[in-house]
T-cell receptor, first 114, second 117 residues
Framework: EAQVTQNPRYLITVTGKKLTVTCSQNMNHEYMSWYRQDPGLGLRQIYY???????DKGDVPEGYKVSRKEKRNFPLILESPSPNQTSLYFC?????????????FGPGTRLTVT | AQKVTQAQTEISVVEKEDVTLDCVYE???????LFWYKQPPSGELVFLIRRNSFDEQNEISGRYSWNFQKSTSSFNFTITASQVVDSAVYFC??????????????FGSGTRLLVRP
């Protein structure tokens, strides 16, 4: 089944404790992206990747890191999480980064930072 | 500024009523794409439709229809004879050229639709 998977689905952590949210897609998509969803703000892009080893900042990259060493994986790293990073996170992928294709979203990761 | 505005934060209707979700966008680009996504209570995001900036033809898919008007920068979504299963948050999104030949997807804040039996 074609899908985007994220792990963990739920995470409660404390300020400053490094964490990684994994994202994997099995559709051989070139483009991958991370979003955060906050009430009243919709989804905002954190980072995106046009292909392996090609990543760039979205609208809200502060406090996050990403890497794209393999085509299928695009982990999101919070080196020192803070309470303002409490949010619902979505990973997404699409065949190309040309804007035409719809994005396929993972199930979401709900992160709480205390 | 390039943005998407969904002015209706929440809409509540009774089953079988028709309902229209508004979406207004701003962009300086001549080539862009517009999308609607649905987020049911289970939380996942589901693609509904895509429109490119050169195609103003309206589209109908079952009970769903979309009206794209470049003159008013709007891409509205109508559900005819709404059903309880239509209850969800609906997002309108604009895809525009970004840096380094990329494209950027800008979401509206979403409209929560509640369909009551």
């Amino acid at each position: 089944e074609a899908q985007v998977t994220q792990n963990p689905r739920y995470l409660i952590t404390v300020t400053g404790k490094k964490l990684t949210v994994t994202c994997s897609q099995n559709m051989n998509h070139e483009y991958m992206s991370w979003y955060r969803q906050d009430p009243g703000l919709g989804l905002r892009q954190i980072y995106y990747s046009m292909n392996v080893e090609v990543t760039d900042k979205g609208d809200v990259p502060e406090g996050y890191k990403v890497s794209r060493k393999e085509k299928r994986n695009f982990p999101l790293i919070l080196e020192s999480p803070s309470p303002n990073q409490t949010s619902l996170y979505f990973c997404a992928s699409s065949p190309l980064g040309d804007g035409y294709y719809e994005q396929y979203f993972g199930p979401g990761t709900r992160l709480t930072v205390t | 500024a390039q943005k998407v505005t969904q002015a209706q934060t929440e809409i509540s209707v009774v089953e079988k009523e028709d309902v229209t979700l508004d979406c207004v966008y701003e962009t300086r680009d001549t080539t862009y794409y517009l999308f609607w996504y649905k987020q049911p209570p289970s939380g996942e995001l589901v693609f509904l439709i895509r429109r490119n900036s050169f195609d103003e033809q309206n589209e109908i898919s079952g009970r769903y229809s979309w009206n794209f008007q470049k003159s008013t920068s709007s891409f509205n979504f109508t559900i005819t004879a709404s059903q309880v299963v239509d209850s969800a948050v609906y997002f309108c999104a604009l895809s525009i050229p970004g840096p380094k030949s990329s494209y950027k997807l800008i979401f509206g804040s979403g409209t929560r639709l509640l369909v009551r039996p």
